[in-house]
């Protein structure tokens, strides 16, 4: 039996629509039966500006910083993948450990030797495309005439130039007939903080798939480097004795950053980076590449490159502005 909802001191008649007691009579003790109304029809509910404004602060917050960049890279021929800084790369089984960072991205991890005129140098890089689309610095393969590139599994590729911004001392370079490699996921630098720790991945001085770990030390901060050739070439490994071009809170480090320099805002780490380093990845403990390792302090002692070592003041820049920059670099940019 199905109640129905009355107001309080309402109550049925038990011989209403019962035709035995049609024409019973009625006790006057009894008070009249109350009249019912029929219930108005539901009114339809409004949508208004609120309701419509809250369902789409959802799929903002849903989407994120990662909407321009989304709708940008499908454009391309293959796909880079992104994701918040929230998203875990690493196994649950090894969240928020550096062997479990290291064994998620590694694969990921190419060493790059380039040679030129101005001598060889060595750095690393970070594969964004299963195809072999690998970003690096520009100093790494700056005035390269041939590249050559090893992937953590020991296989060795060819590889050319797509496109360079030395204002930002970013490259991309392709892999000539590669396929099914290890991508990278690219995180959010703008939600890294100060304190959150951190793995870096890269080949200092040719050793291939070296991890070191860190905290971010700051944020922001400017970094001057050469632009030039051949100083850019030496600043890769120094095997050929050259000076580390580095400029630091207007000091210089390792010799004259030359006249022609770029100035970035980057992350800075105490994560080891050495001579080799630049162009690999600085991770959070998500598995995110949050950065691209491009630069280190050395104590001003140090006259080259090859004396320089890591004293706990690495910079890398920001993964966000690589994104924005990764349109402009597959296009074919040589700045």
Same mark, same amino acid.
């Given at each position: 039996m199905t109640e129905s909802l009355r107001n309080s001191g309402e109550y049925e008649n038990p011989? *209403? $629509?019962?035709q035995q007691y049609a024409t019973a009579p009625v006790n006057p003790e009894w008070p009249p039966?109350? &009249?019912y109304a029929p219930a108005p029809a539901p009114k339809k509910r409004k949508r208004g500006p609120v309701a419509l404004l809250a369902a789409v602060a959802i799929v903002a917050a849903a989407i994120g910083g990662g909407t321009a960049y989304g709708i940008q890279e499908l454009t391309g021929n293959d796909t880079v993948a992104s994701s918040s800084t929230s998203t875990n790369v690493v196994p /649950?089984? *090894?969240k928020g450990t550096v062997s479990g960072v290291a064994k998620a991205v590694s694969p990921s991890i190419v060493?790059?030797? &380039?040679? /030129?005129n101005a001598g060889s140098s060595t750095g690393s890089g970070v594969i964004i495309t299963s195809d072999g689309e690998i970003i690096t610095n520009n100093h790494v393969v700056s005035g390269a005439s041939q590249i050559k590139v090893t992937t953590n599994d020991g296989k060795s590729y060819? &590889?050319?130039v797509v496109g360079t911004d030395s204002k930002k001392d970013l490259a991309l370079i392709k892999l000539e007939n590669a396929s099914g490699l290890k991508t990278a996921t690219l995180g959010d630098s703008a939600g890294v903080g100060v304190g959150d720790q951190v793995v870096a991945i890269g080949s200092p001085e040719g050793l291939t798939g070296t991890v070191t770990s860190g905290i971010i030390s700051a944020l922001d901060r400017d970094v001057t480097v050469s632009t030039d050739e051949s100083q850019g070439q030496e600043q890769g490994q120094g095997q050929q004795g050259g000076e580390w071009p580095f400029e630091f809170g207007g000091r210089e480090f390792n010799g004259d950053t030359g006249s022609d320099t770029t100035t970035y805002k980057a992350l800075q780490t105490d994560a080891s980076l050495n001579p080799g380093n630049s162009g690999g990845a600085l991770i959070d403990m998500n598995g995110n590449i949050i950065g691209i390792n491009s630069a280190m302090y050395s104590a001003a002692g140090a006259s080259s490159s %090859? %004396? %320089?070592g890591s004293? $706990?003041?690495g910079f890398a820049i920001p993964i966000n502005t690589v994104k924005a920059d990764l349109a402009t670099l597959r296009a074919g940019s040589t700045d």
């Open positions: 011989y *209403q $629509g019962d039966p109350p &009249a /649950s089984s *090894q060493e790059i030797s &380039a040679d /030129s060819t &590889a050319k %090859a %004396a %320089a004293v $706990g003041l």
